[in-house]
C-alpha cells in the first residue's frame, strides 16, 4: 500500500493522560499535514512540514501539542494532558512540493481519538 | 491561505439524479481542489483545477471555475448511492502557504 498510514485508527485514553500518533506519508512526499476534525465541521489545519522543517503551525495548537518529523519521514502528533475537548479525529495528509500549480493532498483514514 | 464556502450545507437526491454543489471563496487563487470525504474515513482528492482553466471532467465529476465570481461548482451527473458523502472545496490562495483550508462542507445524500 502506498498511501498515507496513520496508527493507531482508534485510541480511547483517560483525561490527563498523554497520546501519540503517527504518520507514515506516501514515500516521495515531502509535505506532511496534519488537520483536526469534530463531528460535522471540516478539517481544521494544525500544523505542516516541509521535509523536517516544521513551517506553520496554527493557533489552535496548543501548548500541548507538539509534532515532529524527525528525519523528513513519518511524523508524529503528541497531545499531553488530554482533555474531553481533543476528543476528535486526527487527520493526517502528505503532498509532493513543486509549483503552487500541482499541491494535491492525499489524506490518511485517520485516528479517531476519545477522551474519556 | 483561504477557507471556501460550500453551499449548500446539505443535498438529498434520488439516485440517478444530478447533484450540484457550489463553492465560493473571496481573493485571487492559484487553484481550487475538490475533496470527498466519507463518513468517518479521510478525504479523498477528486479534482484539482487551476485559476487559468474553466471547466474539468473527471469520469462523472464536472468542475466549472469563474474567477470573475470567485465561486466554483461540483456536478455530479446520474448519482449513486455509493455518492453519499461530505464534499468539500479548497481553494489554494496566492500566498506562500502550503496549507488546504476547509468549509464545513456539503453533505450530499445519494436516496437508493
Known amino acids: 500500500d502506498t498511501g498515507v498510514s496513520q496508527d493507531p485508527r482508534h485510541k480511547i485514553t483517560k483525561r490527563g493522560q498523554n497520546v501519540t500518533f503517527r504518520c507514515d506519508p506516501i514515500?516521495?512526499?515531502?509535505?506532511l499535514y496534519w488537520y483536526r476534525q469534530t463531528l460535522g465541521q471540516g478539517p481544521e489545519f494544525l500544523t505542516y512540514?516541509?521535509?523536517?522543517?516544521?513551517?506553520?503551525k496554527s493557533r489552535l495548537l496548543s501548548d500541548r501539542f507538539s509534532a515532529e518529523r524527525p528525519k523528513g519521514s513519518f511524523s508524529t502528533l503528541e497531545i499531553q494532558r488530554t482533555e474531553q475537548g481533543d476528543s476528535a479525529m486526527y487527520l493526517c495528509?502528505?503532498?509532493?512540493?513543486?509549483?503552487?500549480?500541482?499541491?494535491?493532498?492525499?489524506f490518511g483514514q485517520g485516528t479517531r481519538l476519545t477522551v474519556v | 491561505s483561504q477557507q471556501g464556502e460550500e453551499d449548500p450545507q446539505a443535498l438529498s437526491i434520488q439516485e440517478g439524479e444530478n447533484a450540484t454543489m457550489n463553492c465560493s471563496y473571496k481573493t485571487s487563487i492559484n487553484n481550487l481542489q475538490w475533496y470527498r470525504q466519507n463518513s468517518g474515513r479521510g478525504l479523498v482528492h477528486l479534482i484539482l483545477i487551476r485559476s487559468n482553466e474553466r471547466e474539468k471532467h473527471s469520469g462523472r465529476l464536472r468542475v466549472t471555475l469563474d474567477t470573475s465570481k470567485k465561486s466554483s461548482s461540483l456536478l455530479i451527473t446520474a448519482s449513486r448511492a455509493a455518492d453519499t458523502a461530505s464534499y468539500f472545496c479548497a481553494p489554494r490562495g496566492m500566498d506562500s502557504s502550503y496549507k488546504l483550508i476547509f468549509g464545513s462542507g456539503t453533505r450530499l445524500l445519494v436516496r437508493p
Open positions: 512540514f516541509q521535509n523536517e522543517a516544521q513551517l506553520e
Open positions: 514515500s516521495e512526499h515531502n509535505r
Open positions: 495528509a502528505s503532498s509532493l512540493s513543486g509549483g503552487a500549480m500541482n499541491t494535491e493532498a492525499f
